[in-house]
Nanobody, 128 residues
């Protein structure tokens, strides 16, 4: 089993920044590609960003590209999501997830169904 716990959410104003963290325990963190997803009120869960096992491969949704950055620290068993220039439409519960599929050291998935373990989520609210 893998346990994932997100932190760093909160209430901020438009234009502010937040840094989300996701701490992993219970299995080899460096064997998993990691992703961030979000669910806004009344909407489906959507992909935000993913990073490969090595940390050298990553991708971001078009809606956050240039504003959000995913990274990971395998020594700390933690994945991060740096969120800058936040907008009210970024308001959502943010989830991190671990994917133990074998995409190689630099691969990842953007599909929720590929991920094996999920955290409980952290609320991000951006006021206008």
């Amino acid at each position: 089993q893998v346990q994932l716990v997100e932190s760093g959410g909160g209430l901020v104003q438009a234009g502010d920044s937040l840094r989300l963290s996701c701490a992993a325990s219970g299995h080899s963190f460096s064997s998993a590609s990691m992703g961030w997803f979000r669910r806004a009120p009344g909407k489906e869960r959507e992909f935000v960003a993913a990073v490969s096992r090595s940390g050298r491969g990553n991708t971001h949704a078009d809606s956050v590209k240039g504003r959000f950055t995913i990274s990971r620290d395998n020594a700390q068993n933690t994945v991060f999501l740096q969120m800058n220039s936040l907008k009210p439409e970024d308001t959502a519960v943010y989830y991190c997830a671990a994917d133990y599929s074998d995409f190689g050291p630099h691969g990842y998935s953007t599909y929720t169904t590929s991920y094996d373990y999920w955290g409980p989520g952290t609320q991000v609210t951006v006021s206008s």
